[in-house]
């Protein structure tokens, strides 16, 4: 069965996500305190395609685990203030959850948007049929290390503040070393499955405009906009 919104060529989808994925990447990294409209932006957009190639009850449960978080960030934060202990701001706090979210939000399009097929297809394409089968691999863990890096983000934020975050790297790393074990290991017993001919639709002027509209406001909104 086709999804919803595949309507929009491979490229435009890929493009598209690839540069709100950046945008919001880079916001995290250079902008942390700031770029507020831009994150509600990052938001809204993938709020709206979200709605447009799914449902809203899947929209609903791609909020289901950052929200958990920011209401665990929000108790953590409140407590340690009764207690006494050093705490992050209340809008470092808020606007980290907020991104947090965006990208989590963003991730989520890209497993509703473009099924693993599509992405090994298009790299076989280009010649990197045994990447594209790794990469696939990877893909399909994503979901599991991007709970194990919100867990381990916000942990670290609230107990060590925002200039140590740094240090969720550790426990990211040891996970995802053993997840990578357990993969080899069901590859190496059941090897790869194979790859499947894909229909693909050309990407033409109207989703070039589009993808330009979307690409150069989020842009402008993260450099021009506090």
């Not at 989808?13 to 916001?27: A, C, G, Q, Y």
């Not at 709605?51 to 950052?66: E, G, Q, Y």
């Not at 696939?136 to 925002?162: E, F």
């Amino acid at each position: 069965m086709q999804k919803r919104g595949s309507r929009f060529s491979i490229h435009f989808r890929f493009l598209l996500l690839l540069t709100l994925l950046v945008e919001i990447v880079v916001s995290i990294t250079f902008f942390k305190d700031s770029n507020i409209l831009f994150t509600v932006y990052v938001v809204g957009i993938s709020f709206a395609i979200l709605f447009a190639v799914s449902n809203i009850r899947k929209v609903l449960n791609a909020l289901k685990l950052p929200l958990i978080f920011v209401l665990i960030g929000f108790v953590t934060m409140l407590f340690s203030m009764i207690m006494g202990y050093a705490t992050p701001s209340l809008k470092t706090i808020i606007l980290s959850s907020a991104k947090l979210t965006a990208l989590f939000l963003v991730i989520a399009l890209g497993f509703q948007w473009i099924s693993l097929r599509e992405f090994r297809w298009v790299l076989k394409k280009l010649g990197l049929g045994k990447i594209g089968s790794l990469a696939t691999v990877a893909l399909a863990v994503m979901p599991v290390l991007m709970y194990l890096y919100s867990d381990a983000y916000i942990a670290t934020l609230l107990k060590l503040g925002k200039n140590k975050v740094h240090k969720a790297l550790k426990p990211i790393i040891i996970h995802a070393a053993l997840l990578s074990r357990d993969y080899a290991q069901a590859i190496y017993l059941y090897g790869l499955p194979k790859t499947i001919q894909i229909d693909m639709k050309r990407f033409d002027v109207k989703e070039l405009l589009l993808f330009l509209a979307i690409s150069l406001i989020g842009l402008a909104l993260q450099l021009l906009v506090p």
